[in-house]
């Protein structure tokens, strides 16, 4: 069987892009990233390309005369390579809706909030401020509205009392790269499947819930 052929686009130091990678190098893997793509030269996350020896190029925003003409440049690349898949892990560009639609259900992100709460940015900070119990990440189908699209995969973690957004985003993150990659098995096997605004994933739920604070004796 043919592996799903994904395409990576970064902005920064690509931890998100490694929990990929690392998955990807399994024997029995079902995916393959065959393109790494940042908008700046100087992300980290190109380092990692080139020690796994993978394909990977920048194509600078700022080089690019519109936001169509930039987009246009990320989608022949892609194409190029026969990326079936487009992972937006930790790419700090908005995307407009002609992008969105020509990769819709192709086209997932990874936010660092349960969507869809606290969008946007700031969402730990934000979580605690609000004096929510849990936090998490979400792997989601994208749409033209930002951070909004049929859910794949969540995690959540509690929100400590001594947080501060620093020790929750380093709680979250640690989750973000068990959901990302969890999200392309589960589509490279096909268990995904998008059915109106939401997805139905073929997977057992798990079952029990969680309580914050636990409650007592």
């Given amino acids: 069987m043919a592996r799903l052929k994904v395409g990576v686009l970064i902005s920064g130091s690509g931890t998100n892009l490694q929990a990929l990678i690392d998955d990807c190098a399994r024997a029995e893997a079902e995916s393959e990233i065959v393109l790494v793509l940042s908008n700046q030269a100087d992300a980290f996350g190109l380092t990692r390309a ?4 993978l394909p990977h190029r920048v194509i600078d925003h700022r080089e690019h005369s ?8 990320l989608s022949q690349a892609l194409e190029a390579s026969g990326v079936e898949l487009v992972c937006l892990a ?8 002609e992008f969105v639609e020509r990769w819709r259900d192709r086209l997932i992100n990874i936010h660092p909030s349960l969507l869809p709460a606290f969008k946007g940015l700031d969402t730990h900070a934000r979580a605690i401020e609000a004096g929510v ?18 859910i794949i995969v969540q995690a959540a973690v509690p929100v400590l009392p001594d947080d501060t957004a620093e020790t929750l985003a380093a ?8 959901c990302l990659p969890l999200a392309v098995r589960l589509i490279a096997q096909g268990r995904v499947s998008v059915v ?9 739920a798990p079952g029990g819930a969680l309580v914050n604070p636990a409650p007592g004796p």
């Fill in 50 to 53: 080139e020690r796994a020896d």
């Fill in 66 to 73: 519109s936001r169509a003409a930039f987009e246009q440049a």
């Fill in 90 to 97: 930790g790419f700090m560009r908005v995307l407009t809706a």
């Fill in 133 to 150: 119990r849990f936090a998490g990440c979400t792997v989601h189908f994208v749409r033209p509205e930002v951070d909004n699209g049929p």
């Fill in 171 to 178: 709680r979250v993150l640690r989750e973000e790269h068990r």
């Fill in 196 to 204: 109106g605004a939401r997805c139905v994933i073929d997977a057992e």
